[in-house]
């Protein structure tokens, strides 16, 4: 088991509830792809959001994988920047929209190609990213809650909890909110969250290395990871790993989660 520099927080999952506005946006070319994101969602009324990208045209796109630990007593860091500048292509991404103590702060996880090149995946840079033309994407627009980045003791980094806001508006579906802490299962969480009612189960994070029920293992000791979807009560999920290997397929039961995971469970619709 990963020993995390700092005090284990004794609430291991956080819940909180909101409403779920489902989102169709343009996106604007030749801007950095932070700022796309934010005018976007501001203009249609909303300051924090889950986000799914598609087949996004950039004329630079720029990411970080996993990396060994940086001697600090933290137990995994980033890799120094890739760039992709030779028509990078983003394929499916998904991205948490919340708050940070300088305003709007994006997380997001995704494949990417580069013309005529082979899948990747990473941690997105979306302030280094740039969208050649525009682009529609969908999503969901929260009211009643939102991430909000602050540092973590436990773990040594800045991270996103969740945390009550004022209702803006009527409407909108039930949802929540979900950190799942060092050590958690990714899979038996969701399975444990999810009930009958729930539509859509969205996120990212990292695990301590990814074990696949239908795909070659990826090893730790952290892999990033984005949900694609559900099939059943089963996470079919992407993940990449120090090496840059990308794999992709069912999630197997045993999948601690490494540094934290982010959720959006839909209850409705």
């Not at 702060?105 to 190609?113: E, F, P, R, S």
């Not at 189960?201 to 029920?213: M, P, R």
């Amino acid at each position: 088991m990963l020993v995390h520099p700092g005090p284990a927080d004794p609430q291991r999952v956080q819940v909180v509830p909101c409403r779920a506005h489902p989102l169709q946006l343009q996106l604007a070319p030749g801007l950095p792809l932070d700022r796309a994101v934010v005018e976007a969602v501001e203009a249609a009324g909303f300051d924090a959001a889950w986000l799914w990208l598609q087949d996004l045209r950039c004329t630079r796109l720029s990411y970080v994988i996993p990396a060994p630990p940086p001697g600090d007593g933290r137990v995994a860091f980033y890799s120094d920047t890739h760039l992709l500048d030779d028509r990078p292509r983003i394929v499916a991404a998904g991205l948490h929209l919340g708050h940070g103590p300088a305003g709007p702060v994006l997380h997001a996880h995704g494949l990417w190609t580069e013309a005529e090149g082979a899948l990747r995946m990473g941690h997105l840079r979306p302030e280094a990213t740039l969208l050649s033309e525009g682009a529609e994407v969908t999503g969901w627009g929260l009211d009643g809650a939102a991430f909000h980045r602050a540092p973590d003791a436990e773990t040594g980094f800045d991270l996103f909890s969740p945390y009550a806001m004022p209702r803006q508006r009527q409407g909108g579906l039930p949802a929540r909110l979900v950190r799942l802490r060092p050590h958690q299962g990714l899979g038996d969480s969701v399975r444990h969250l999810a009930g009958p009612q729930t539509r859509h189960v969205a996120g990212l994070g990292s695990l301590i290395g990814t074990s696949f029920a239908d795909a070659p293992d990826l090893p730790g000791p952290a892999t990033e990871i984005l949900i694609l979807g559900r099939d059943g009560q089963d996470l079919r999920i992407a993940s990449v790993g120090i090496e840059g290997r990308v794999g992709q397929g069912l999630l197997a039961p045993a999948n601690p989660v490494c540094i934290t995971a982010e959720l959006l469970l839909i209850d409705g619709g």
